[in-house]
């Protein structure tokens, strides 16, 4: 039987989010009901709402940073029962067959993955999929994770996003005692980034493009901080860093940073979803075989390790927690720039429609 | 004793080049003197002996692709003997302290490795390095490597320069059974890349611009020809590489390259060693984790391995034996595009000056 729950939606491109009644789907033998406790607030959702990814349809509800506890769960169901503490990423399903999936990778979906919002629903019992500024959510067992109770709910909403954006090519590029990591840009996935690159041993050298942050970086656990448009400090950390992530949201001059990268270095594109327009020296990169390369969210077993990582270390995101009508001031701010923690939704303050 | 030689040098960047007597550095203890055969022409000659790098210091000699017999060792060498065939490609010499050295990549040695031409000599007993076109060269025995008997010594030449840099990144990704190279352009590198490719058992496709070459790409023994400008077999081809080493001498639209590969396939730039102007695309690098990397000819321990490779399983490059005068039309064609085989210079041709 399809539900509907009260949620915060964007009605048009211009429009300050509203409250609204969506449907949810009917739960299905292998689909776990949430109560959503807590919804961060990602760069990705104000893109969306304002379409400036084109693409959008309306309404939509953003949110893909999801934490609650279970409500119900259908007869097939194993992995998760009524009351668990449980979290919901950037997606709610996927083909399940291709090698990306198989492989546990399903953020690489060959055939696309269904996200958490904005994307048509595969179900057969809803026509699209409503992100988690609601009251609950309905979503197939495989697509959720457990959230560990020693995580703060709050604090571990932005894990699910931002966290694991950040930890995937940390593991896939092999982190570990030894390493060492530029993160460039440092607002909310910068600062986690910070914060997994020290858990997992690594030697971190926060990258920004003014010193306004410095004191920020150094407290989120960065060993150094090196500001790029400091040309003899760039050079006297030339070739120094295995990897460096950059969560630079647009494009930007990757000459600099390259020059940082020891041989095989590499350089992982997260925020700049875009043309690079700043030509890239093919010299540069067959000179010291550096590899430039992207990474976009993570996988469902990802996401669970890096709640457990978290738990386990002690780790959460800095955040600030809003009600409801906060929403629309929250996007104004961060759309004005990243301020270095992220905005989370208490949905116990949703009121009905 | 300081030794001299005739060899074909450029005097200036638009003369032709012409004989004269070099100088050649006195034998020392750890030195090689080779009395030379073979030198391949690679296209890096043309760019240094033209001035089109910069960087040329005149007298100028090529030639990095040198197979010859020992004439003359020095007190300490235990690697080569009299009268064994050996070979020397793009370097001379490199710091072997630094991690790349240390770890066999002379090549990317971080204080810069000694090139075998219009390099400073760092022996001490001779101002300029001179390269192959010439009747002899002394060098150091760490970077003479054997040429197995079995090998044609004028096709094997070509293997020193083309052959390792195509060997390099095909060992460096890992290719073997199973997995699926793409081969852009197809001229003195891209036939040995297909070569050296089937041998370690890929799958190969040649890419290029026009069908013009599918012919020949099919007797070197690629399974495929795709035509980069064939938008449906372009389609139908998306997702299919693991890796593509790209020899597009020049800046271009890595785009429609960049669409066949898998999810962590790789895009190494072997060519356009100059600012890529077409802008790439972060989310694409992001969508599939692409990387786009480069590799610069390869280290010596590789160089060794390619020659025994290539003896292993029969694999030489195509190509035409000249005399020393016909060295400068052959740069006028090779200058004019790129013929799918290598001109390789018979030394027995040179008359004293």
Same mark, same amino acid.
């Given at each position: 039987?399809?539900?509907?729950?009260?949620?915060?939606?964007?009605?048009?491109?211009?429009?300050?989010?509203?409250?609204?009644?969506?449907?949810?789907?009917?739960?299905?033998?292998?689909?776990?009901?949430?109560?959503?406790?807590?919804?961060?607030?990602?760069?990705?959702?104000?893109?969306?709402?304002?379409?400036?990814?084109? @693409?959008?349809?309306?309404?939509?509800?953003? !949110?893909?940073?999801? #934490?609650?506890?279970?409500? *119900?769960? %259908?007869? =097939? $169901? +194993?992995?998760?029962?009524?009351?668990?503490?449980?979290?919901?990423?950037?997606?709610?399903?996927?083909?399940?067959?291709?090698?990306?999936?198989?492989?546990?990778?399903?953020?690489?979906?060959?055939?696309?993955?269904?996200?958490?919002?904005?994307?048509?629903?595969?179900?057969?019992?809803?026509?699209?999929?409503?992100?988690?500024?609601?009251?609950?959510?309905?979503?197939?067992?495989?697509?959720?994770?457990?959230?560990?109770?020693?995580?703060?709910?709050?604090?571990?909403?932005?894990?699910?996003?931002?966290?694991?954006?950040?930890?995937?090519?940390?593991?896939?590029?092999?982190?570990?005692?030894?390493?060492?990591? @530029?993160?460039?840009?440092?607002?909310?996935? !910068?600062?986690?980034? #910070?914060?997994?690159?020290? *858990?997992? %041993?690594? =030697? $971190? +050298?926060?990258?920004?493009?003014?010193?306004?942050?410095?004191?920020?970086?150094?407290?989120?656990?960065?060993?150094?901080?090196?500001?790029?448009?400091?040309?003899?400090?760039?050079?006297?950390?030339?070739?120094?860093?295995?990897?460096?992530?950059?969560?630079?949201?647009?494009?930007?001059?990757?000459?600099?940073?390259?020059?940082?990268?020891?041989?095989?270095?590499?350089?992982?594109?997260?925020?700049?979803?875009?043309?690079?327009?700043?030509?890239?020296?093919?010299?540069?990169?067959?000179?010291?075989?550096?590899?430039?390369?992207?990474?976009?969210?993570?996988?469902?077993?990802?996401?669970?390790?890096?709640?457990?990582?978290?738990?386990?270390?002690?780790?959460?995101?800095?955040?600030? #927690?809003?009600?409801?009508?906060?929403?629309?001031?929250?996007?104004?701010?961060?759309?004005?720039?990243?301020?270095?923690?992220?905005?989370?939704?208490?949905?116990?303050?949703?009121?009905?429609?």
């Amino acid at each position: 039987m399809t539900t509907t729950t009260t949620a915060w939606a964007a009605a048009d491109a211009t429009s300050p989010l509203e409250p609204i009644e969506i449907p949810r789907r009917e739960l299905g033998p292998l689909d776990v009901a949430i109560d959503i406790e807590f919804c961060g607030i990602c760069h990705s959702d104000i893109h969306t709402a304002r379409n400036e990814w084109h @693409g959008t349809s309306y309404p939509v509800v953003p !949110g893909h940073e999801i #934490v609650g506890r279970v409500s *119900a769960t %259908g007869s =097939e $169901v +194993t992995r998760h029962a009524v009351g668990d503490r449980v979290g919901v990423g950037c997606m709610v399903d996927s083909c399940g067959e291709c090698e990306s999936c198989v492989d546990g990778e399903q953020n690489y979906c060959q055939r696309g993955a269904v996200m958490t919002y904005n994307s048509r629903d595969r179900s057969g019992t809803a026509a699209r999929t409503y992100g988690g500024y609601s009251g609950s959510i309905v979503v197939t067992e495989g697509f959720v994770v457990s959230v560990p109770e020693g995580l703060d709910a709050a604090a571990a909403a932005p894990i699910l996003c931002a966290g694991v954006t950040m930890y995937s090519p940390l593991k896939h590029h092999k982190v570990g005692p030894g390493s060492t990591v @530029g993160i460039a840009g440092f607002g909310g996935l !910068g600062s986690m980034g #910070v914060k997994l690159a020290k *858990a997992l %041993g690594a =030697e $971190v +050298t926060v990258i920004t493009r003014s010193d306004k942050k410095s004191a920020e970086a150094l407290k989120a656990g960065a060993d150094h901080v090196l500001v790029i448009s400091d040309a003899e400090a760039v050079r006297g950390a030339g070739r120094s860093l295995d990897l460096i992530l950059s969560t630079i949201p647009s494009t930007h001059d990757l000459g600099p940073y390259l020059g940082l990268l020891k041989r095989d270095g590499a350089y992982v594109v997260l925020g700049a979803i875009e043309p690079l327009t700043t030509p890239i020296h093919g010299g540069m990169l067959a000179g010291r075989r550096i590899n430039v390369t992207g990474s976009m969210i993570g996988g469902i077993p990802e996401t669970q390790d890096v709640l457990d990582f978290c738990a386990e270390h002690g780790i959460a995101s800095d955040v600030q #927690v809003i009600g409801v009508d906060g929403i629309n001031d929250a996007y104004d701010q961060l759309a004005g720039g990243d301020p270095g923690y992220r905005f989370v939704i208490d949905m116990s303050t949703l009121q009905p429609v």
